[in-house]
């Protein structure tokens, strides 16, 4: 798997587990929705992200929740913009766009950001290849679907990741720029978000590329603790332990203080990094 450097900030995947904060600057994402929608708000949570750990921030303007209403290019971009302009000037680690808009995300590199997070995979928007390609920026790709209708859940998952993979090395994009997400919260039912989970090293086998995790706060977590989504760090941090054992290279995640903490021990107990290099 081949390393990755970002703002002259190398990512050397099997070194440690990188940590993504999330910054959501909407009004209605499902569990912090309206707390960081001023720039004042969201650069202070940006600064203290970075502060705490954090490797890169994950900036988006529209919603994903369930049954979330769609935002239309122009409003999703007068969110974000003025975002990412001001988080550059307060941060040096990468903001990575949270879009799957093409003309978005080329609006976003143009005004700082340097990576990609598409949760369809570049395949909602075609032109969102062409995008990362031109501007020569990392692409996160998320499995995702329309429907929740699956034969064979790891095997199409799989497959549907190949397909976005495809999309994006036919359009000009370098394997180094290509890092995946199995979609935790997209297009499954809750009972298909813990067959993932459980068989992520399966999922990641398949593939020589980075993963990301995405499973922070998720409302697959109430089926097992019916508490509300800001309250679900703790649990969360227990599906970001699993990945790190599954073999996941960044978590996206809300709470970036208590992730570090985490990552930290669990990449010294499976001898990654400064604890290989002790032994």
Same mark, same amino acid.
């Given at each position: 798997m081949m390393s990755l450097t970002v703002n002259s900030i190398p990512f /050397?995947?099997? &070194?440690?587990? %990188?940590?993504?904060?999330?910054?959501?600057?909407?009004?209605?994402?499902?569990?912090?929705?309206?707390?960081?929608?001023?720039?004042?708000? !969201?650069?202070?949570? =940006?600064?203290?992200?970075?502060?705490?750990?954090?490797?890169?921030?994950? *900036?988006?303007? &529209?919603? =994903?929740? #369930? +049954?979330?209403?769609?935002?239309? #290019?122009?409003?999703?971009?007068?969110?974000?913009?003025?975002?990412?302009?001001?988080?550059?000037?307060?941060?040096?680690? $990468?903001?990575?766009?949270?879009?799957?808009? !093409?003309?978005? !995300?080329?609006?976003?590199?143009?005004?700082?950001?340097?990576?990609?997070?598409? *949760?369809w995979g570049a395949r909602k928007d075609l032109e969102m290849a062409s995008v990362a390609t031109k501007y020569r920026v990392p692409i996160i790709l998320m499995h995702n679907r329309e429907h929740k209708n699956y034969i064979n859940l790891i095997d199409e998952v799989v497959e549907d990741l190949h397909t976005s993979v495809s999309i994006v090395k036919k359009a000009g994009v370098e394997d180094e720029q290509i890092i995946l997400d199995p979609g935790i919260g997209f297009g499954k039912t809750l009972e298909h978000n813990f067959q993932v989970m459980n068989r992520l090293d399966e999922i990641i086998a398949e593939?020589? %590329? $980075?993963?990301?995790?995405?499973?922070?706060?998720?409302?697959?977590?109430?089926?097992?603790?019916?508490?509300? !989504?800001?309250?679900?760090? +703790?649990?969360?941090? =227990?599906?970001?332990?699993?990945?790190?054992?599954?073999?996941?290279?960044?978590? /996206?995640?809300?709470?970036?203080e208590r992730t570090v903490e985490l990552t930290k021990m669990m990449d010294a107990m499976l001898f990654k990094g400064v604890a290989n290099n002790e032994t």
């Open positions: /050397r995947w099997n &070194e440690k587990t %990188y940590i993504m904060g999330i910054l959501n600057v909407t009004p209605d994402s499902f569990s912090d929705g309206g707390q960081y929608n001023t720039i004042e708000k !969201a650069v202070e949570q =940006a600064i203290q992200m970075e502060k705490a750990g954090a490797d890169m921030i994950d *900036i988006g303007g &529209e919603s =994903a929740r #369930p +049954n979330h209403n769609p935002i239309s #290019p122009e409003e999703e971009i007068n969110r974000v913009i003025p975002m990412i302009r001001a988080v550059k000037e307060s941060v040096d680690i $990468p903001i990575s766009i949270d879009t799957y808009k !093409a003309e978005t !995300a080329e609006i976003a590199i143009q005004a700082g950001a340097q990576m990609i997070n598409d *949760i593939f020589d %590329y $980075p993963f990301l995790l995405g499973a922070s706060r998720k409302s697959f977590i109430s089926k097992v603790l019916d508490i509300p !989504a800001e309250k679900r760090d +703790n649990a969360t941090g =227990a599906t970001t332990c699993l990945g790190v054992v599954k073999g996941v290279n960044i978590v /996206r995640v809300h709470d970036v």
